[in-house]
């Protein structure tokens, strides 16, 4: 067999294995596209680990001295996409629909180290300032610093689906997603969660006893696709009222929090996933 003979099938057996590895991703990645479930749980496979807060941190006197508000210990959040949607998962261990009272938001930034592209303050009129200046607040990253100051361009503003008859928390699990159009927020009026009365699994939205929160927001109501840095923080809280400022409780990444029942915060930490 001749010299060009040889290197004619080495190559081509080195294009069939190259062939077989794209193949092997593409059912990988197809598989993981499969194997995600809205159901609360955190456990699909294709969920990868992007940011934490440290368990039992909750003020006390305070959310973490009512079994209603012990549910906002935050601990881990989960992130992927599968080229359709966002999906976002965050643990909450001690949560319980029969016990647990309050509300959830999810900060996203879309548009980057960008100054005045987002909106500065909680849609839902909580004392919970956006002054993002650090992002990548990653599990085994180091966070960066940004140049100009970060506000969200996307808010996910929820009643979590809890205590039912617990005023003022509505705990009916309607949940909106609110965009910055360039001098206020949008979106209100929306129950863009789609969990329906006295459920826990939705549309976009749902929660699981023991377990969590997830989201899956489709890309195309973020006005993104693959490729798109998108920044992130998730906070827990409860309702304010003219009497009460209701900060956020626990955030993840760990973040500014409330030192005791009726405390504003300061958001400034930022997970970062690439699509």
Known sequence: MSKITNLVLLVGLGIALVLSWVASLRASSLASRAAFTLDGHCDDAGYI???EDPPGDLANPGPGAWPGTSWTDLTRLYIASDGTNLYVCVALPQYAQNVSSGEVGL???????VPNSGGFADPWGNPIAYAYTSIYHNVGTTPVSTTNTIWPDYVIRGNIPG????????????????????????GFGNNWGGIPAGGQIGTHVAYADGAGVEFAIPLSDLGIGPGVTVHLEFYATQKDTPSTQKGAYDTVPADDQVGSWDEPTTERHLATYVL
Do not use: F, K, R, V
């Not at 900060?107 to 180290?113: E, S, V």
């Open 107 to 113: 900060a996203l930034d879309t548009t980057g180290d």
């Open 49 to 51: 680990w992007l940011a």
């Open 163 to 186: 205590i039912a008859n617990n005023p003022p928390d509505d705990n009916n699990g309607w949940t909106e997603l609110l965009h910055w159009d360039g001098s206020a927020w949008q």
